[in-house]
């Protein structure tokens, strides 16, 4: 994949939309510099581009991760432990045969043909099946001409494990990494998320690598033009994304110098994310799609509290099972923008019959990333989404339900979203009699979140403003009255 390739029309395509980036947070100026920056990160990664690099890493990339642009026909295959340490315990394998299924049928021109589960007491034998197993395989994929592949829903496969299978089967053969990197091929839009997809392939070749010098006892070693071409890649991935950071960080640094409060909602792949921060912010520029990973990227997008306060709901790419570490790695960058934010929203799909494992998943997701950014304990409020095609009693009295495309619940969510911005942010309510049209209620309309205003009734002059205040504005505040009186003494 040449990660580089349009670059010029990314560069175009950002300044064209310059108005729309810069309502995502940023004043006029911090803006220019995020967006100038950005571009010029991947335009100075073209001009070192070197097209005999990129030749050998396509070559690489198409050995190792096979991509399949006039799709298969698949034969989907789940491995499962059946008892033991190792048996997950928390689902079944009928439902990860599903979720296997989902993931191919949103690859384009991709379809599923026929699937199957198939019980083993390991899943890291050098040979995966037994003769039996094989056996029956070979039958399947006989009797159907329309069989053109073959997916292991397995996290990763050996290339042992491969050659067994494509040797015996005459059809490649993919794991979960290799097809989950084929969907971030296929919806990586943005510089960003290419940037993100193409630093996730890296791991996943090397592994193969790796393994296949193990499996033929160091007979098979990568050459050295290879490695200086894996190497070189990754740093100059390593370097743009570095940038990215930057870029991100400058964002972050706007977003809190203007006191936004932020929160972020995140969830297993397809559990309406988007749909939900469509409904929050009433944003009608998102459009929800139904199938896994449609969203890469990091956005922010304005809303509402009830009690008037701006807070910026923040989107971010969909967790899913049985993936390596290395996959999700190179999207922290983007994701610490979602972590760090004052209160998390973690929504699933209440009508989904696995959901309490992506719940599980989510959770431990979660933990693990805020552990490794060192970010400590905040506010996360579960939400059951999908509660209008959910069976009844599928969720319990303490979950909050709501239907993001129904709307239903959604201003519930908003009230306890407001609750705990305000504690999180140590807001506080500050109601004043000022005169109105003065230089200090414009101050309150201009610097704080005013929620309620009235006249007073016992002198027209004046009138009664309620706002929402944090300690350091409440120091500003002061300061500004006390500016006011000396200014009327002299």
């Known amino acids: ?37 950005f ?8 001009a070192r581009e070197d097209p005999s690099v990129n030749t050998e890493y396509a070559e690489l990339s198409n050995e190792y991760l096979n991509p399949a642009q006039n799709g298969h026909g698949a034969l989907v295959l789940q491995p499962y432990i059946k008892w033991g340490t190792d048996k997950k315990r928390n689902t079944k394998p009928e439902l990860q045969l599903a979720e296997a299924e989902a993931l191919i049928r949103t690859l384009p021109h991709w379809t599923v043909v026929d699937s199957l589960c198939i019980s083993l007491m390991t899943l890291t034998k050098k040979k995966l099946l037994g003769k039996g197993n094989l056996k029956m395989l070979e039958e399947r994929v006989k009797q159907n001409s329309r069989i053109t592949a073959l ?22 053969v993919y794991d979960r990494y290799s097809i989950v990197i084929q969907i971030f091929r296929e919806h990586a839009k943005t510089p960003e998320a290419k940037l993100q997809v193409a630093l996730a392939e890296l791991p996943y070749i090397w592994k193969k690598i790796n393994w296949l ?28 994304l570095n940038k990215l950071k930057e870029h991100r960080k400058l964002i972050r640094n706007n977003r809190v110098s203007k006191k936004i409060p932020s929160v972020a909602i995140v969830g297993y792949t397809n559990a309406g994310k988007t749909c939900l921060i469509r409904a929050l912010s009433d944003d009608k520029s998102l459009i929800p799609q139904n199938k ?3 969203t890469l990227d990091t956005t922010a997008h304005e809303g509402l509290l009830p009690c008037r306060l701006k807070v910026l709901y ?58 490794e950014l060192e970010i400590p304990n905040k506010p996360i409020i579960e939400i059951a989404n999908k509660c209008d095609i959910a069976p009844k009693g599928s969720v319990p009295d303490d979950v909050t339900v709501i239907s993001a495309l129904k ?21 506080k309510s500050l109601k004043i ?17 005013v929620t309620d205003s009235e006249a007073d009734y016992d002198n027209p002059q004046y009138m009664f403003i309620t706002s929402l205040v944090t300690e350091e504005q409440m120091h500003r505040f002061k300061r500004f009255i006390k500016e006011q009186a000396a200014n009327r003494k002299t």
């Open 314 to 371: 923040i989107d971010t790419i969909g967790f899913i099972q049985d993936i390596p570490e290395g996959l999700i790695e190179p999207f922290i960058a983007t994701f610490e923008d979602a972590i760090i934010a004052d209160v998390i929203v973690h929504v699933y799909d209440a009508s989904h019959p696995d959901k309490e494992a992506q719940i599980d998943h989510v959770r431990q997701t979660l933990d693990n990333i805020m552990t």
């Open 39 to 46: 571009i010029h990160a991947y335009e100075d990664e073209l």
């Open 213 to 240: 010098t193990e499996d033929s006892e160091g007979r098979i070693n990568l050459s050295e033009k290879r490695k200086f071409v894996l190497h070189a890649r990754e740093s100059k991935l390593r370097s743009a």
């Open 292 to 294: 896994l990973f449609a």
């Open 151 to 172: 997916f292991v829903s397995m996290n990763l496969l050996r290339p042992v494990q491969i050659r067994q299978l494509e040797n015996l089967l005459g059809i490649p």
């Open 407 to 427: 709307l239903t619940g959604i201003d519930l969510l908003r009230r306890q979203i407001e609750k705990h911005i305000l504690e999180v942010t140590s807001r």
């Open 1 to 37: 994949m040449n990660l580089f390739k349009n670059i010029r029309y990314t560069s175009h395509f950002i300044l064209s939309n310059y108005k729309k980036l810069r309502s995502n947070t940023c004043n006029n100026n911090v803006t220019s510099l995020c967006v100038k920056r």
């Open 433 to 449: 009699r000022v005169l109105a049209g003065s230089n200090i209620a414009a101050w309150l309309y201009k610097e704080t979140t």
